[in-house]
């Protein structure tokens, strides 16, 4: 018999936790530079289904059109959250936006939200005039600018970022906010988005962000940009704006007036969260295809041709286009599609998580798992698409396929629950905006410049350097 000790036994040591496996990174996009890329690179070895660990968290890497369709199709409930991310809930009240909510009855609330009263078919032609005076004005300054003495090299980057944020801010505020403390805040903003958190993948490694200062400067962010949408809102419910469109600012506030006399009040925090939502989710995105779309055209000058033909036509001697005419022009729609498959501006999708244990294609999944779905890979599979990586925009001419989410194989809007509500937005923009520029303008590259396709990095993928092209009305 042993006899029994009255006295405890030393305390044991924790073990330390093991070094991570996983190199720390800054940002998603160094992960092998550009995170889509390194990643098709990966599929091509090991196939359409990759599980990856950062650090302690299972990543799942999906990058054909079958295995997307099993999780935002067959398995789009469980696959319906978003990782909790530190650096969302710094910027996003908490994730209190729609975007990075977790699932659950408050995202279904917001995302109703976001759909019936922003975001609708019957919202988004309400703000018609709006997009049509944004794109005379575009279309004049280019016009002002230009003298028949030397020719007019136009930033066609910085146009068509500044086109989609003023139309963001007069369609969300009311009214255009050119201060450039305004435009910084939003640009960083937008920089931090698109950051991975080391954080979020090894958890004892939280405290890197915060010593070296990163997370402060969120914060610093986040709280300017608090105040300024604050002090837009008050001046609403004041009564002080001028005239003008119903904003969506009016919209929430009248949603919140109602819901509070319904007994289930709106936040202040949730409305200021999907108004910055708005600006995430709607600037760079929509700029973003304007961006790569005048890209291409510039290297295939006969479907640029082609597309002027289309547009010059149906608008006759008065050059300007209304957004009427845009549905007798297929080939400006089969341009953009073109543009969105080789293109996708997020190629990764955003996030999601499955919230609990499941199989995907006969491989246990576990709960928790993060998945990034490659629709760049998914765009330019050689088994979905015929001559996968030449811009050849007559392949969508006589063909049904969609990007609005039933069709896996084309996925830039992804699908499902958590797919994108602004669809209709973006393509009510970049239609209009594409129609009148090609209707008015001629382009080509400066003299001695070549096309620089790289991209940057980013959560939103654009070209590395500015768009660069010499403009001449016609
Ligand atoms: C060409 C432009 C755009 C592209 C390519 C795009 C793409 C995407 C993608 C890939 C997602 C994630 C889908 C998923 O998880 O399956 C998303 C979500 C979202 N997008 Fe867009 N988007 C664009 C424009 C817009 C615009 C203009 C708005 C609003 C003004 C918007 C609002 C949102 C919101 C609120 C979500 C979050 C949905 C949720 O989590 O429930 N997007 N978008």
Avoid at 6 to 12: A, D, E, F, I, M
Avoid at 300 to 321: F, Y
Wanted: aromatic content about 8%; proline content about 6%.
């Amino acid at each position: 018999l042993k006899r029994l000790s009255t006295t405890p036994p030393p305390l044991q040591k924790a073990p330390l936790p093991s070094p991570p496996q996983f190199p720390i990174i800054g940002n998603l996009h160094q992960l092998g530079l550009l995170a889509h890329r390194s990643l098709h690179s990966l599929s091509l070895k090991h196939g359409q289904l990759m599980l990856l660990h950062f650090g302690s968290k299972p990543v799942l890497v999906v990058s054909s059109a079958a295995v997307a369709r099993e999780i935002m199709k067959t398995h789009d409930l469980v696959f319906a959250n978003r990782p909790r991310s530190i650096v969302m809930n710094k910027l996003l009240y908490g994730s209190r936006d729609v975007a990075s909510s977790p699932y659950g009855e408050y995202w279904r609330q917001i995302r109703s939200l976001c759909v019936v009263h922003l975001l609708s078919n019957k919202r988004v032609l309400s703000f018609r005039d709006v997009r049509e005076e944004e794109m005379a004005l575009m279309i004049d300054r280019i016009k002002q600018s230009y003298s028949s003495l030397s020719p007019l090299v136009v930033n066609l980057t910085e146009l068509f970022m500044s086109l989609t944020n003023d139309v963001v801010c007069r369609v969300a505020l009311g009214r255009k906010y050119g201060e450039r403390r305004f435009k910084e805040l939003l640009g960083e903003f937008a920089e931090y988005l698109g950051f991975f958190d080391v954080g979020d993948y090894i958890p004892w490694l939280w405290w890197v962000n915060k010593i070296n200062g990163l997370y402060g400067r969120m914060e610093r962010v986040a709280k300017e940009l608090d105040d300024f949408i604050d002090s837009v809102v008050e001046e609403h419910e004041r009564g002080e704006r001028e005239g003008g469109h119903e904003d969506f600012v009016d919209v929430l506030l009248q949603v919140q007036r109602e819901n509070a006399a319904s007994g289930s009040p709106i936040h202040r925090e949730s409305v200021k969260a999907l108004i910055l939502d708005m600006f995430a989710a709607g600037t760079d995105t929509t700029g973003s295809v304007l961006e790569w779309v005048m890209t291409e055209l510039l290297r295939h000058p006969l479907i640029l041709k082609k597309l002027q033909n289309e547009v010059r036509e149906i608008a006759g001697a008065k050059r300007t286009i209304t957004e009427d005419e845009l549905e007798k022009m297929p080939y400006l729609k089969a341009v953009i599609k073109e543009t969105l498959r080789l293109h996708p501006p997020v190629p990764l999708l955003v996030p999601r998580e499955s919230m609990r244990d499941t199989q995907v294609m006969g491989y246990d999944i576990a709960a928790r798992t993060q998945v990034f779905t490659n629709v760049w890979t998914i765009g330019r599979d050689p088994s979905l698409w015929a001559r996968p990586d030449e811009f050849w925009p007559e392949r969508f001419m006589d063909s049904l396929v969609d990007f609005r989410g039933h069709d896996f194989e084309f996925l830039p809007f992804g699908a499902g629950r958590r797919g994108c509500p602004g669809i209709q937005f973006a393509m009510s923009v970049d239609e209009l905006a594409l129609a009148n520029l090609v209707g008015n303008f001629d382009f080509s590259l400066p003299v001695g410049k070549e096309l620089d396709m790289s991209e940057a990095a980013g959560i939103t993928v654009h070209k590395k350097t500015p768009l660069l092209a010499v403009v001449t009305p016609c």
